[in-house]
């Protein structure tokens, strides 16, 4: 199983940025096709954005034109650029192996993204 490391949750104002890190320990990394999810209370949780190893993305509708998926190999992460955040946006956001399926880890314990004034 791929050990993943969320990092880079806050609270922050309506209108603002952040950008989550997720530090991958695996040697095929390379290999796999990343992605950000999100869960909100009461929820279900939903992808957010995805990355291939060809650096293919792919965004949710609502956060389109906001938010950027990047992944950087030689570190062995995918990065999660959120920006003009809405207080809809607020939710624990993990990390995972979107693909292959048999490399998913178990849902760990994210990171707490707040977007409120």
């Known amino acids: 199983q791929v050990q993943l490391t969320e990092s880079g949750g806050g609270l922050v104002q309506p209108g603002g940025s952040l950008r989550l890190s997720c530090a991958a320990d695996?040697?095929?990394?390379?290999?796999?096709?990343m992605g950000w999810y999100r869960q909100a209370p009461g929820k279900q949780r939903e992808m957010v954005a995805t990355?291939?190893?060809?650096?293919?993305?792919d965004y949710a509708d609502s956060v389109k034109g906001r938010f950027s998926i990047a992944r950087d190999s030689a570190q062995n992460s995918v990065f999660l650029q959120m920006n003009t955040l809405k207080p809809e946006d607020s939710a624990v956001y993990y990390c995972?192996?979107?693909?292959?399926?048999?490399?998913?880890?178990?849902w760990g314990q994210g990171t707490q993204v707040t977007v409120s004034s």
């Open positions: 995972n192996v979107e693909r292959p399926t048999w490399a998913r880890r178990s």
């Open positions: 695996t040697t095929i990394f390379s290999l796999l096709t």
């Open positions: 990355v291939t190893p060809q650096e293919t993305t």
